[in-house]
């Protein structure tokens, strides 16, 4: 049984998981990368998922950090063609206060859909320290050459 590095963070109603992945392309070497998966709770929703880079990943760890000390949002954002177009994606992760609470939340945008996850602190900090490890841990490329000999 392989055992896959994962961790899976809910609230009421979302969730996002955080887990390696890998980018193939055709003719080209296949490359480690992180996938966090946004999610709805509610039955038959689809799930949106962002790619990261390792260099990216541990950027993203220290964006959290700097949320969690300085308060307010920092963004990462991609775009790539889709079957409609170009398609941009913003992951963004923040401190909240609202109506005498306050928190850390991660959130996806993709054209109209949004997933907003809140986090408490603990919950906020773990996530930055395991993109941290995943992005050395995922910052591998496959050998062409000794794969196909």
Known sequence: MKKIPQTTIYAKQT????????????????????????????????????????????????????VFQEGGQESLSHSFEGSDGEV???????????????????????GEEQVNVPVPADRFLHAAEFLRHLSLQQAWTEDLETSAG
């Open 15 to 66: 969730g996002v998981s955080i887990t390696p992945c890998e980018r193939r392309s055709e003719g080209r070497a296949t490359e480690g990368r992180i996938a966090l998966r946004f999610f709805r709770l509610a039955s038959g929703s689809s799930s949106l998922r962002f790619i990261v880079e390792p260099a990216e990943a541990f950027a993203l760890h220290g964006k959290i950090y700097k």
């Open 88 to 110: 941009k994606t913003r992951l963004t992760v923040e401190c909240w206060e609202r109506n005498g609470k306050n928190g850390y939340a991660f959130a996806l945008q993709r």
